[in-house]
Every structure is written in structure tokens, then in C-alpha cells.
């Protein structure tokens, strides 16, 4: 059964740092990625980025490079997102997800992914 349990979420100022962590269970090597996502009041979930099951790559998106880093520790299972130079827009309800029919050039792409975690909220604010 597969699990995803996010974490590290709260209230930080502009220009600060959050780490976010997710904890997996149950994600084996068929799956395809680990995804970092958001959604905003009032918005659409977007990506954040993701890391590859298979070799570790890593994906950001623009808003993303640069500011955010997603790394991966096999031993406690867990994925995580650190987050600096933050800004006001990236508030937000974060969530980690995965899938293991995700289609090549969509691992970016919410709608690929199958199992989704409760979602931890990162609201940036001075």
C-alpha cells in the first residue's frame, strides 16, 4: 500500500528557508518519481518538481530553479524539499506525490501522478 506523509510546513517571512519532508512507504522501482506540487487559494495545483525513482535525476520548474533543491534519502525513505529565498507567492498547500504510469516528458505534470499525501501548508509572510 502506498503511503506519503508530508511534513516541515508553517509560516516563515520572506527571504527565509522551510524544509519540507516527505515520508514514503510502499513506492517500489516500478514507480517513476517522486513529485513536489503546490496549489494556492484559488488556484490550480503546479509543480514544483520532482526526483527520479530510477536514478535520481531532479526536475524543477523555472519559479523553482535556483531556489528550490529536492533530495532524496533512501535509508530513512524519506523525500525532501528544501525551500529558500521565499516569497510570498509561493504559499501555498504543498503536497508530494508519485505514480508508475507516468508518461515520458509529464513527470512535471500533476495529473500523471496516481497517490497523492495530505498536503502540508507553507504560507510566506511577513
Known amino acids: 500500500q502506498v503511503q506519503l506523509v508530508e511534513s516541515g510546513g508553517g509560516l516563515v517571512q520572506p527571504g527565509g528557508s522551510l524544509r519540507l519532508s516527505c515520508a514514503v512507504s510502499g513506492v517500489t522501482a516500478d514507480f517513476d518519481a517522486i513529485g513536489w506540487f503546490r496549489q494556492a487559494p484559488g488556484k490550480e495545483r503546479e509543480a514544483v518538481g520532482c526526483?527520479?525513482?530510477?536514478?535520481?535525476?531532479?526536475w524543477y520548474v523555472d519559479s523553482a530553479k535556483g531556489r528550490f533543491t529536492i533530495s532524496r534519502d533512501n535509508a530513512k525513505n524519506t523525500v525532501d524539499l528544501q525551500m529558500n529565498s521565499l516569497k510570498p507567492e509561493d504559499t501555498g498547500v504543498y503536497y508530494c506525490?508519485?505514480?508508475?504510469?507516468?508518461?515520458?516528458?509529464?513527470?512535471?505534470?500533476?495529473?500523471?501522478?496516481?497517490?497523492w499525501g495530505q498536503g502540508t501548508q507553507v504560507t510566506v509572510s511577513s
Open positions: 506525490a508519485t505514480g508508475a504510469r507516468i508518461r515520458p516528458g509529464a513527470l512535471l505534470y500533476p495529473l500523471e501522478y496516481d497517490y
Open positions: 526526483v527520479e525513482i530510477s536514478d535520481g535525476t531532479t
